[in-house]
């Protein structure tokens, strides 16, 4: 299929979804704004903004602690939202989902309060090579703090897991594999399933990484089988600082709290505290109420498009771009898994990524350029720092064209 | 279309491309490694000093960064050499503060030079780091640090 053709078979009408997005019609410097890092964070449709503020504006009230009509009706809204979540990731009930603040939180979490408990000394536990920061230093430091082993699951040259090496990494003293369902630097989407069947074969514990791949397809964590699923919603056009967990309820029952304080308990005296059943055990203090129900519209909003038509689209996005910039000479893109996500990743022999982002930017395009919290994944590649363009389903075929004609711009300004 | 020249100066492309003393100093008195963790920017500057008169004899740098924090290294090196360390320390507390816009060499004396060049990086703050990183590691290299230094 060439590029006219992807265009023609595309499954979104992209303007209708555009004028759903407020920030996309604004211009930087006289120019369209044209947004490409979605992978560090999503922009917000109105439905969210406008259920954000109304929520603040008439039902705002702090949640199972009154017994007043404005709390019980926050509270009502509040587990509600809860239920959406479960139902999108498809969680057996919704006791299953503790909210946090993110991901970054939620894998901190279990390497705490799984962690803690259950790996010791001489124990083993498994992460790729191609892992976010957040899913790297916890069980580093996990391990260093039980006197565990940290083993890492290697990538071949396109960023694909090599399966054949987990096999042989795993042993009865694994604990725990903690991997992302897709890179955030390379796209790979990763076999989770496969992943989870192997692990629990060998009588360990799983988690996914869900921050990359929750808001771009269809998740559901029984299909994959594993212990826990972990997002941040803001990177899924819900609000900032609310995000959280699937947690298979017999696992957590077995877990100690996280972070201790109220409404975690189900009884305190000066000499001992019986703590609550999940999800409340791992939800210490007032929650961030309102960016639940802001990460409910999201939900709302993702449901009536569709997480289906929404992978499609965003897979005709990748092809559509990954041909653009194949043709490119002196550009090569970080990362060619066959299962891949909406993500490129962009080198160029001329200039380094943080030139090319600050002259793209100059074109109102805006990419993120670094090592994104995964330096590992730069060291295996060789590369000091990587262009990333990271795709949603309200970017245009359009917007990587001008992707690409600034690229090469820059490549002829710097050589 | 063309790019903001403030920042992307022809000298500044020039040094990108071909970097002056951008090698090893063998006999370096004191040497340094800088990283900017946020960039990935990472240089070791050496110098040569005499101890006597305190006159910086060499300097010179190794490593890999943007443009930026590859010209910046390179002008200061050329700037550098042949200098009093006193007076290399005056110049990295006004290049510094330029940077960061806390000092406006056209509107306060100054000894910065064609150093000046990189005046228009302050307005791009996420990216004066990369301007600064070859000033941080100078200083650490002349304050015997045994330690990197960083940026952050």
């Known amino acids: 299929m060439d590029n006219a053709e992807i265009m023609e078979k595309s499954s979104i009408d992209v303007e209708n979804i555009r004028a759903d997005f407020p920030v996309l019609s604004k211009q930087i410097g006289g120019k369209p704004f044209i947004y490409l890092d979605n992978g560090a964070t999503t922009q917000k449709p109105q439905a969210v903004i406008d259920r954000v503020s109304q929520f603040d504006s008439e039902e705002y009230g702090t949640v199972r602690r009154g017994s007043y009509r404005l709390c019980e009706r926050s509270t009502q809204l509040y587990e509600e939202a809860r239920q959406k979540v479960a139902d999108f990731l498809g969680a057996p009930t919704k006791q299953e989902i503790v909210f946090t603040s993110g991901t970054t939180q939620s894998i901190n979490l279990v390497a705490h309060s799984f962690g803690r408990k259950f790996v010791n000394a001489g124990d083993e536990v498994i992460i790729s090579n191609i892992e976010h920061h957040a899913n790297t230093v916890p069980w580093q430091v996990l391990c260093e703090e039980k006197g565990a082993k940290l083993k890492v699951i290697p990538v071949n040259d396109d960023g694909e897991l090599i399966m054949e090496e987990y096999d042989r990494l795993l042993t009865d003293k694994t604990r725990i594999v903690a991997v992302n369902h897709v890179s955030n630097v390379l796209g790979t989407i990763n076999p989770v399933k496969e992943i989870t069947v192997k692990a629990h074969k060998a009588g360990a514990k799983v988690l996914i990484d869900g921050a990359q791949s929750m808001p771009h397809m269809k998740v559901d964590v029984q299909d994959i089988g594993c212990d826990f699923y972990t997002f941040s919603g803001h990177k899924m056009y819900a609000p900032s600082g609310i995000g959280g967990m699937f947690g298979r309820m017999e696992v957590m029952e077995t877990m100690s709290p996280y972070v201790t304080g109220g409404d975690m308990i189900l009884q305190v005296t000066l000499e001992k505290t019986i703590f609550a059943k999940p999800p409340a055990r791992f939800e210490a203090g007032t929650p961030p109420i309102t960016q639940v129900i802001g990460l409910g519209a999201a939900i709302d909003y993702l449901d009536a498009i569709g997480m289906d038509r929404i992978f499609e689209y965003e897979k005709s996005l990748l092809d559509y771009g990954t041909r653009l910039l194949q043709e490119i000479d002196g550009l090569r893109i970080i990362g060619n898994a066959a299962d891949k996500a909406a993500i490129l990743s962009i080198y160029l022999e001329s200039a380094h990524p943080h030139d090319i982002i600050t002259m793209l930017d100059q074109d109102g395009i805006a990419l993120r350029g670094g090592h994104h919290c995964a330096q590992p994944t730069m060291i295996r590649f060789g590369v000091p720092a990587t262009a990333r363009a990271s795709m949603a389903f309200y970017n245009k075929f359009e917007e990587l064209d001008a992707l690409a004609e600034s690229l090469r711009k820059i490549i002829k300004f710097f050589s | ?152």
């Open chain 2, 1 to 152: 279309m063309s790019y903001d020249n403030e920042l992307y100066q022809q000298v500044i492309l020039d040094h990108n491309r071909k970097p002056k003393n951008f090698h090893e100093l063998k006999n370096a008195t004191h040497k340094c490694h800088g990283i900017n963790p946020l960039c990935g920017d990472d240089i070791t500057v050496y110098l040569d000093v005499d101890e006597a008169t305190g006159v910086i004899q060499d300097i010179s740098f190794t490593g890999s960064g943007c443009a930026i924090s590859k010209a910046s290294t390179s002008l200061m090196t050329t700037f550098l050499k042949g200098k009093k360390v006193d007076d290399s320390r005056v110049v990295f507390d006004e290049f510094h503060k330029m940077v960061l816009g806390e000092f406006d060499p056209e509107k306060q004396e100054h000894h910065l030079g064609k150093l000046t060049l990189f005046m228009g990086i302050r307005e791009y703050p996420s990216r004066t780091k990369c301007a600064s990183l070859a000033w941080h590691t100078m200083i650490g290299a002349l304050d015997k640090k045994t330690d990197e230094v960083s940026t952050e």
